[in-house]
């Protein structure tokens, strides 16, 4: 036996003591992903994400192979881009006995298009690697749950009747009109402002919730009647509230809508005295004809 064969020999049993008893004789592999969920996304704006990928190798790396791990997204929302700062970064292992290497990629979230505020919607990281002639491959999953936050376009106010006159005594009932110009569901409250205890006002509904266009009907329609209980003018204001009804903590937001009201004392009406009058103009007349006919006679 040659020296050379004998090398060769004993090349093949060290190689054969070093390499990995694992499936298929690779070394073993995985991959951790954590990220956490982002704050909900503005419409027309961004939110960054750390995605920390970790690549861990088992015993038996005795070659230095590199490995590249590879990071997608997948089932995005339409209404949502996402885009990592990078697709895939390269892991050489080393160390006979395992190891592990860790990288943080950033993950821009830009709302491309503006959707229902606070809907829970998720995406899909997938990190994976192929492996190499040493290392096997490995993946892994991780679901973020993302939404739009609310945005405060406002709301549309229109009262059927700003000028409330009436007789002491007397009601009238108008409506208040609402309509929601935000992306989420709002909570409405209704008060009256400024008007003294001569003036009853009752809403059918002075706290209610009202729609988004995503979600239903934007615009509600609500009743309110004024009862005057005393006489003289007044001026005041209904005060609506509102705030995103699936998150309180945003905050509230006022719209003063200004109403002028009026009573007098019961008394004989307009239409009362031109009724007397022409029933006078018909006895009158009555009257005339009479003594017309008793004249002749």
């Known amino acids: 036996m040659s020296m050379a064969f004998g090398k060769a020999i004993i090349m093949v049993a060290i190689l054969a003591i070093l390499l990995p008893s694992a499936e298929g004789c690779f070394?073993?592999?995985?991959?951790?992903?954590?990220?956490?969920?982002?704050?909900?996304?503005?419409?027309?704006?961004?939110?960054?994400?750390?995605?920390?990928?970790?690549?861990?190798?088992?015993?038996?790396?005795?070659?230095?192979?590199?490995?590249?791990?590879?990071?997608?997204?997948?089932d995005v929302p339409n209404w949502l881009y996402v885009s990592p700062s990078v697709s895939s970064f390269s892991v050489t292992p080393k160390g006979f006995t395992?190891?592990?290497?860790?990288?943080?990629?950033?993950?821009?979230?830009?709302?491309?298009?503006?959707t229902k505020a606070f809907s829970y919607e998720s995406i899909t990281l997938h990190a994976y690697t192929n492996g190499s002639f040493?290392?096997?491959g490995s993946e892994t999953e991780?679901?973020?749950?993302?939404?739009?936050?609310f945005v405060d376009k406002g709301i549309s106010t229109q009262l059927s009747d700003s000028t409330i006159?009436?007789?002491?005594?007397?009601?009238?009932?108008?409506?208040?009109?609402?309509?929601?110009?935000?992306?989420?569901?709002?909570?409405?409250?209704i008060n009256i402002m400024n008007l003294s205890s001569d003036w009853k006002v009752t809403a059918t509904q002075p706290e209610l919730v009202i729609s988004s266009k995503y979600t239903g009907t934007p615009t509600k329609s609500i009743p309110l009647t004024f009862r005057a209980s005393g006489k003289g003018s007044e001026e005041g204001w209904i005060e609506v509230t509102y705030s995103p009804s699936s998150n309180p903590g945003w905050g509230e937001k006022t719209v003063a809508i200004p109403v002028f009201v009026k009573s007098s004392e019961p008394g004989i009406s307009g239409g009362a005295i031109a009724s007397a009058?022409?029933?006078?103009?018909?006895?009158a007349l009555i009257i005339a004809i009479i003594w017309k006919k008793y004249k002749k006679a």
């Open 134 to 136: 040493l290392v096997q």
């Open 277 to 283: 009058i022409f029933l006078l103009l018909i006895i």
């Open 165 to 189: 006159n009436l007789v002491k005594g007397e009601s009238e009932k108008v409506y208040l009109n609402i309509t929601n110009m935000c992306n989420g569901d709002i909570y409405v409250k």
């Open 98 to 114: 395992g190891g592990e290497e860790r990288k943080v990629i950033p993950i821009k979230l830009t709302a491309s298009a503006e």
């Open 142 to 149: 991780k679901k973020v749950t993302v939404m739009q936050d």
């Open 27 to 74: 070394v073993s592999s995985g991959i951790d992903l954590d990220v956490s969920d982002p704050q909900p996304i503005p419409p027309s704006d961004s939110v960054t994400i750390n995605a920390n990928v970790t690549f861990r190798w088992g015993f038996g790396s005795f070659l230095p192979l590199p490995v590249t791990v590879y990071l997608e997204v997948k």
